[in-house]
C-alpha cells in the first residue's frame, strides 16, 4: 500500500510559495486597506488618498531607479544624499545665488536641469567605481552615502534654504488634469521604465546581466556600459526625487532631504518582487512595494504608533520578501 498522505503538502508549498512571491504584495496592500477601513477614522476619503499618493511620489521615482540597479546585481545606497544634493542646488539656482543671470524663467528651468544633471554625474560615477574598479556596488554607493550629504551641507553651510516660488514648486504643489503633479510624475516615470524593461533591447540586456553576467559578455553585450547606465538612471530619478520634496516642502533641509530613502526604496523593490540578487525587475510590483511601505507607516500613524516603529515594520518586510523569494526560487 502506498502512502501519499505526505506528497500533498510537499506538492502544495511550492505553489503556496509562488503565489505569495508573485501576489504577496497585492495581497498585503489589499489587507491594509481593509485594516485602515475598518479601524482608521476618515480613512476614506479625498485627503486620505490625496495624502498618502502625494508622500508615496519620490518614494516610487527613488525605487524605480533602484529597481533597475538591483535588477543587474548591484545596489545604490547614494540615493538619499543625491535627493539631498539637488534639493540643495535647485534653490540656490532659482535665488540667484548660483548664476547670474536676470531672467526668473531662465533660472526656474535650470533649477530643474542642473541639479538632475549633476546627480546624474553621481550616479555615472558609482557605475565607474562598480565597473572600472571592480568595487563592490554596496561600497561604492556608500561612498557618495557618506560624503554626499556633506557636499549638501556644504553647498548651503548646513542652513535651512526656505523660499516661496510658485514656479518652480508646481512639480509639488500643481495639478495636472485635476492630477496632483508629483502623483503624474509618479505613475509617467513608472510606465516609463515599464516600458524600458518590458519593449526595449535596454531593458532586456538589463536583465540578462543581473541574470547571468558571463553569459551577458559573451553573447555581446556591453556589461559595463548597462551598468554605468542604471546607475545615471538612478542617480536621474534620485535628482528628480529631491526636487519634488523640496518642493512640496518649501524649503531645502541638506540634513533632512531625502533621509532613510535608501531603505525605502530598497523595501519596495523587494516587498515588489524584484530579486536582490538580480535578473529580474517588477516595475510594477515595485510601484505595490513602495505603496505598502507608505500605508504601513500611515497606519502606524494614524493608530498612534511612533514613526520609530515604522523603520523596524520595513526591516520586517525585507526580511519576509527575500525569504519568500529564496525559498520560491529554489522549489
Known amino acids: 500500500m502506498t502512502d501519499t498522505t505526505s506528497s500533498k503538502p510537499v506538492a502544495s508549498r511550492p505553489s503556496l510559495l509562488h503565489l505569495a512571491s508573485r501576489y504577496g504584495t497585492l495581497f498585503a496592500l489589499l489587507a491594509l486597506i481593509v485594516f485602515n477601513v475598518v479601524m482608521t477614522p ?3 476619503s479625498w485627503q486620505t488618498l490625496n495624502v498618502n499618493l502625494t508622500q508615496v511620489a519620490a518614494i516610487v521615482i527613488v525605487a524605480t531607479g533602484m529597481t533597475l540597479v538591483i535588477a543587474t546585481g548591484g545596489i545604490d545606497l547614494s540615493v538619499g544624499s543625491l535627493m539631498a544634493i539637488s534639493g540643495a542646488i535647485a534653490p540656490m539656482i532659482f535665488l540667484g545665488m548660483l548664476l ?3 531672467s526668473p524663467g531662465l533660472l526656474v528651468a535650470l533649477a530643474f536641469v542642473v541639479p538632475i544633471m549633476v546627480t546624474m554625474a553621481f ?6 567605481l562598480v565597473t572600472r574598479y571592480a568595487v563592490q556596488p554596496i561600497v561604492a554607493t556608500l561612498v557618495l552615502f557618506i560624503a554626499g550629504r556633506g557636499i549638501a551641507q556644504v553647498l548651503t553651510n548646513g542652513n535651512l534654504q526656505a523660499f516661496k516660488n510658485p514656479t518652480f514648486q508646481f512639480i509639488a504643489m500643481g495639478k495636472v488634469a485635476g492630477i496632483p503633479t508629483q502623483v503624474a510624475l509618479m505613475i509617467l516615470v513608472a510606465v516609463l521604465a515599464y516600458a524600458l524593461i518590458r519593449f526595449t533591447v535596454f ?3 538589463v536583465l540578462a546581466v543581473g541574470g547571468n553576467e558571463q553569459a551577458a559578455r559573451l553573447a555581446g553585450i556591453t556589461v559595463k556600459r548597462i551598468k554605468i547606465l ?4 538612478s542617480g536621474a530619478l534620485a535628482g528628480l526625487a529631491g526636487l519634488v520634496v523640496v518642493a512640496r516642502n518649501s524649503a531645502s533641509d541638506a540634513n533632512l532631504v531625502g533621509l532613510g530613502m535608501e531603505l525605502d526604496a530598497i523595501a519596495a523593490v523587494a516587498v515588489g518582487g524584484t530579486l536582490l540578487s538580480g535578473g529580474r525587475a517588477n516595475i510594477v510590483g515595485t510601484v505595490l512595494g513602495a505603496l505598502v511601505i507608505q ?3 500611515y497606519t502606524l500613524l494614524a493608530n498612534g504608533v511612533p514613526d520609530a516603529a515604522a523603520l523596524v515594520v520595513k526591516a520586517g518586510l525585507i526580511v519576509i520578501a527575500v525569504y519568500i523569494q529564496q525559498r520560491a526560487d529554489r522549489s
Not at 550616479?123 to 565607474?128: C, P, Q, R, T
Not at 542604471?230 to 538612471?233: G, N
Open 42 to 44: 476618515n480613512f476614506v
Open 100 to 102: 547670474p543671470i536676470d
Open 123 to 128: 550616479g555615472a560615477f558609482n557605475g565607474l
Open 203 to 205: 531593458g532586456r540586456q
Open 230 to 233: 542604471v546607475y545615471v538612471i
Open 295 to 297: 500605508l504601513v507607516r
